[in-house]
């Protein structure tokens, strides 16, 4: 059980790469732009847990569905993931927002018509 909280990351990712290709939001969009994006966020966000970790607020928490791997001091692997996963949503969902509030909008437009 010590890798389920890795294999949900790695699953929601995969939901975030599929719904990506589908609508050609990110990487489908500029993979150029996206692969230096998303490394970026999750590296900014890394240099903020190190230093939450550094000041005693961050600390990893003990449980069974973790491989307890870690990358640095109360740093576990799945955080990296994790990272990407948070990266990659937000990016997804910025590019996907105006396809969302278009297709609203066509909606409210023709349901007018009628």
């Known amino acids: 059980m010590g890798v389920l909280y890795l294999v949900g990351l790695l699953v929601a990712l995969t939901g975030m790469v599929v719904l990506d290709r589908r609508f050609g939001l990110f990487f489908w969009r500029d993979a150029r732009r996206a692969a230096v994006v998303l490394p970026v966020g999750i590296a900014f966000f890394l240099v903020w847990d190190l230093l939450g970790i550094r000041s005693g ?5 003990e449980t069974s569905f973790m491989t307890g791997l870690q990358i640095a001091r109360e740093l576990p692997v799945e955080e990296v993931f994790f ?7 937000t990016m997804n969902l910025a590019a996907g927002m105006p396809l969302v509030l278009s297709a609203t909008q066509g909606r409210r437009t023709r349901g007018r018509r009628s």
């Open 83 to 89: 990272l990407a996963l948070l990266c990659y949503l």
């Open 57 to 61: 607020i961050f600390f990893r928490g």
